[in-house]
C-alpha cells in the first residue's frame, strides 16, 4: 500500500510509531496529485512549498513528543474557507486573486492540531450548486467515472479525498454540499449541527443554513476531523457553547438500543432510482441485523423543502453577496462612467450565470410586495418542516435515507436544467433547514459502478449516534474496500 493511501487514523499511528515522517507522507501525496490531477482537477491552488513547510514543522513537534490526531497529516480544504496567505477564490472570478489576511477558525484549529494544508479545492461558485459544474474555473470529475459529476459544491473535496489527493478533506454543506459529494465519490461526509462548528473564516452563502464539515476516507476520520474542527467560537454569533464529545470513543459502542425511523415520504419520491432505493434498504436490513430496532416515522412537509430552501438560501445569498461590490475586495472592472456603471460592470463580469440567478430570485423575494407571500410564508413552513424533525426524534434516535435521488449523473447532463439540478437536493436540504446534523456513508456501488451513500440525521448535538450508526455500518460490509480505478 502506497502512503497516499492510507486513512488518517493509519497514518496517525505510523507517523506515532515514527515509522514515517510527515514530509514523507507529504510528499507521496504530492506526487499522487501530480499523477492524478490531470483527470480529475479537483484543486485550484496547491501550495507545495507551505505544505512541505509545515509538515517539517509536524515532524519537529512529533519528535518532541507533540503529537495530536492530526499533527502531520495533509489535508484539503475547500476554497470557500478563508486561509492566511493561501489564494481563497470561492470558484468564483469575482475573488480570483483574493488574499485573506486572516485564518478561519477551522484554520486555526487545524493549523494548532499540526495539520498540513495541501491547497483549495474547487467548488461550484460560491457553493451554488450540486455538481461542481458552476464553478468560474473548471469542472471536476468523479474518480469512479471521469465522464460524471463528483457531485456538489464541495466536488473537489470529494474527489480529492476519494482520488487519494490528500488524506482528508474540509467542505461546507449549505443544502448538501458535503453530503452528496460524498456520496457520488464514495467518501465519508459529514454536515456537523448548526452552530457545532464556527463560520468565522467561511464565506457567506446562506448564514442560516451553512456549516462546515469533514470528508473522508471512512467514518474513524471522520470523527477524528470533526472532533478537531468543533467547538464554540466567541467570533461567531451562531456557535453553540457547548462541550465537544469524544467523538471516537462513541464509535466502539454498539446498536443495541438504537431506534431507527425510516421516513416513509422520502421512499415515495418519484425521482428516486431503484437501484438507490434497495441499496438503502439493504443497509436499512444490515444496521438492523447489528441490532438497532426500526419504526416507521413521518416527515410530511417533505414536499415543500425543495421549495422552501430556494426561496431561503437564494434570499440570504442576496444579502450576503452584496459585499462584492467592487470597492471592498475582489474583481473590479472600472468604466468610463460613474460609481453605478462600475458596480454593473463588476458584478455582471464577476458573478456567473447561476450566482445571478441566485441574487435575482433572492432580491425579488424580499422584495416589498412579495416579501410576505415568499420568504415570510418559506419561514413559516420552514418552522413546520423543523416541527416534523422534533415529532421524529420522539420516536427514533437515528434517520436513514438516501442521500441523492440517483448515483453520479453525466457531465452537463444538468447543466442548462437548472430546476432538475435543485430536484436533486431533496433528501438532503431539510436538514439544513432543521440545523440537525446529516452525514453520508458509502454503502453500495450500481450496476454501472457508481457508489451510492446512505445518509443518517439525527437529532442536534446527536453526531456521536450518527457516527457509531455509520462506523458499525461501515464495519459490517466490504464497501469501504472497494476503490477507484484511476
Ligand atoms: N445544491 C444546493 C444549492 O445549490 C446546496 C449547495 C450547498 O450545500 N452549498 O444551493
Known sequence: MSYFELTIHEAHELLRKREISSEELTRAVLDRFRSVEEKIDAYLTVSEEMALEQARKADKAISEGNITPLTGIPLAVKDVICTRGLRTTCGSRMLENFMPPYDATVISKLKQSGAVILGKTNMDEFAMGSSTENSGFKTTSNPWALNRIPGGSSGGSAAAVAAHMCLGALGSDTGGSIRQPASHCGVVGMKPTYGRVSRYGLVAFASSLDQIGPVSKDVTDCAMLLG?????????????????????????????????????????????????????????????????????????????????????????????LARYDGVKYGFRKAGTGDYLEMY???????????????????????????????????????????????????????????????????????????????????????????????????????????????????????????????????????????????
Open 228 to 320: 478537531a474542527i468543533s467547538g464554540y467560537d466567541p467570533k461567531d454569533s451562531t456557535s453553540v457553547p457547548r462541550e465537544v464529545p469524544d467523538f471516537e470513543a462513541s464509535l466502539t459502542e454498539g446498536l443495541s438500543g438504537v431506534k431507527v425511523g425510516i421516513p416513509k415520504e422520502y421512499f415515495e419520491n418519484e425521482g428516486l432510482d431503484p437501484e438507490v432505493s434497495d441499496a438503502i434498504c439493504n443497509a436499512i436490513h444490515r444496521i438492523v441485523e447489528l441490532g438497532a430496532g426500526t419504526v416507521e416515522i413521518s416527515l410530511p412537509h417533505t414536499k415543500y423543502a425543495v421549495a422552501v430552501y430556494y426561496i431561503i438560501a437564494p434570499s440570504e445569498a442576496s444579502s450576503n
Open 344 to 486: 454593473k460592470k463588476t458584478r455582471s463580469e464577476g458573478f456567473g450565470p447561476e450566482v445571478k440567478r441566485r441574487i435575482l430570485l433572492g432580491t425579488y423575494a424580499l422584495s416589498a410586495g412579495y416579501y410576505d407571500a415568499y420568504y415570510r410564508k418559506a419561514s413559516q413552513v420552514r418552522t413546520l418542516l423543523m416541527h416534523d424533525f422534533k415529532q421524529a426524534f420522539q420516536r427514533c434516535d437515528v434517520i436513514l435515507s438516501p442521500v441523492a435521488p440517483t448515483p453520479a449523473f453525466k457531465l452537463g447532463e444538468k447543466v442548462d436544467d437548472p430546476l432538475t439540478m435543485y430536484l436533486s437536493d431533496i433528501f438532503t436540504i431539510s436538514a439544513n433547514l432543521a440545523g440537525i446534523p446529516g452525514m453520508s456513508v458509502p454503502c453500495a456501488v450500481s450496476s454501472q459502478g457508481l457508489p451510492i451513500g446512505l445518509q443518517l440525521m439525527g437529532n442536534h448535538f446527536t453526531e456521536e449516534i450518527l457516527l457509531k450508526t455509520a462506523f458499525n455500518f461501515e464495519k459490517a460490509t466490504d464497501v469501504k474496500r472497494l476503490k477507484p480505478e484511476i
